[in-house]
Every structure is written in structure tokens, then in C-alpha cells.
């Protein structure tokens, strides 16, 4: 009797683990954290230092030290092979780290984020590091206000399932942007361009991936982060396998 009561909740375990329980649990841990511990320094201007550089972060504003995730993608990008004069779009740019320490590498950068709040304070941060002769920001949803194409593309997306109820949530529930992102990425794609996005294992990351593969991207990891409850991955999407200008040997952090 009592291997069978094992038997059944390790089957109920596994039928339910993709997402009704270990997901719905996160997302809702997620959010008590967020409310105990979060949502009072979200609340305030804060100062960071990031990638070598100081920005500030307006509330509302994914915080790229709390969340750590945009720390961890700024600092790649601080060492990514970026020949003069790469365009460069900050898709979802939040605070602008991202698309900061490209543009300090010498590319011409496109910052682009739906929330007003994220547009506000990466142009305080453009003008804080003198930089804003080679970064145009603008406010919209994903690829809508956009004219021309990239060379690179830079994506910090919303992985957990669920609906947005606030700025910041956006910044973390999907609610379809995924889909849509990988509907639209090849339209902005120079020919030989690449786009460089960040996931994590918390997220169901075989539907994300599985979605890129579907629209005709080729999918590699290059980089990770391993943190105490989950790890972090930069994934390299790219038309073609064969196409990608800006390929490097997968890095472990």
C-alpha cells in the first residue's frame, strides 16, 4: 500500500511538472517575494552599478541587480565581439544596461520598450554615461515602431506564463510576447544578423525553444549563469546556421 501511495504521487509529479505545479508554484512564490521583499524598492529611484557602469533605476523598472538576469547580460555583452558600427536593437530595454554596454563598444543602438517608465529612465542613463549620440529610444510594442534592420538584436523577454497586472509584471510574464517575438525577429534581422536571447530554466524552455525552431531559427546556447535555484542561458538565433556574422565559442560564468 504504501509503495503504491509512492508510486501514485510520483506519477501525479511528473504528469503535472511542465506546468500546472512546479510552474504555477514558482509564479506564485514569485510573487509573494515580491510583494514581502520587492515592491518597496520598486517603489523608489535606486542607484546601481552594472557592467562597469552607474545607472539609475525608476520604479516600475526591472532592476538589473535584484533580478540579476540583466547584470548577467550586460556583462556578456561587455565582452561580445562587436565590430564598429553594429546596429544593435535593445528589444524590452528597461533600464538601458543592456544597450548601454553595447553602445560603449561602439554600436549604433536602437532602445526600444513598451513600458513609459523604461523609456524614461534609460534616457536618464543614456545622458548619465554621455552616450547618447549612438542610442535612439523610443517607445513601443516589440517590433511595431521600428523601420530598417539589425545586425544584432537583444532580448531580456518575459518567460513566465501568466497575464501581466502591472509595469512590472510585464517584465516578467509572457502573455504571448514570446510568440510574437519569434513571429517578427526574422524581418529584423540584417542578412548575416544574429539575436542574442536570454532564458532561464524556470521558464518552460523546451516551448520557447520549440517556438523559435517553428519559425524557422536556428537555436544555440552560448553562454550561462548557474544561480541557486536556477540557471541562466543566452541563446543565439540566427535565419541560418550557416549566416550568423558574430559566433562565439559557448562561455560558462
Known amino acids: 500500500m504504501l509503495f503504491y501511495s509512492a508510486f501514485v504521487l510520483f506519477v501525479f509529479f511528473v504528469a503535472n511538472y511542465k506546468e500546472p505545479l512546479i510552474f504555477r508554484l514558482y509564479r506564485r512564490l514569485w510573487r509573494w517575494h515580491y510583494e514581502l521583499f520587492e515592491r518597496r524598492r520598486a517603489q523608489h529611484i535606486v542607484q546601481e552599478r552594472v557592467a562597469g557602469l552607474t545607472i539609475v533605476v525608476w520604479p516600475s523598472v526591472l532592476n538589473p541587480r535584484v533580478f540579476v538576469s540583466g547584470a548577467f ?4 555583452i561587455a565582452h561580445y565581439p562587436l565590430p564598429p558600427g553594429t546596429r544593435v536593437l535593445d ?12 553602445a560603449q563598444r561602439g554600436a549604433t543602438v536602437v532602445a526600444l ?8 529612465c534609460t534616457r536618464q542613463n543614456t545622458l548619465r554615461s554621455d552616450l547618447a549620440e549612438r542610442i535612439t529610444i523610443c517607445q513601443g510594442d516589440l517590433f511595431a515602431p521600428l523601420k530598417g534592420s539589425f545586425d544584432l538584436v537583444l532580448f531580456n523577454p518575459p518567460y513566465l506564463r501568466g497575464t501581466a497586472r502591472s509595469w512590472a509584471e510585464r517584465a516578467f510574464f509572457d502573455d504571448g510576447v514570446i510568440a510574437r517575438f519569434a513571429a517578427g525577429l526574422s ?9 542574442l536571447v536570454l532564458l532561464s530554466t524556470i521558464a518552460d524552455l523546451d516551448g520557447i525553444l520549440a517556438t523559435f525552431r517553428t519559425r524557422g531559427l536556428d537555436v544555440q546556447a552560448i553562454a550561462e549563469r548557474q544561480l541557486v535555484s536556477e540557471r541562466m542561458i543566452i541563446y543565439r538565433l540566427t535565419n541560418d546556421a550557416s549566416a550568423a556574422a558574430f559566433t562565439t565559442p559557448a562561455q560558462q560564468h
Do not use: M
Open 73 to 76: 547580460f550586460a556583462e556578456f
Open 91 to 102: 528589444l524590452g530595454c528597461g533600464s538601458g544596461i543592456v544597450g548601454l554596454a553595447a
Open 187 to 195: 524581418e529584423q534581422l540584417a542578412p548575416g544578423g544574429i539575436a
Open 113 to 120: 520598450d513598451i513600458n513609459p517608465a523604461a523609456v524614461g
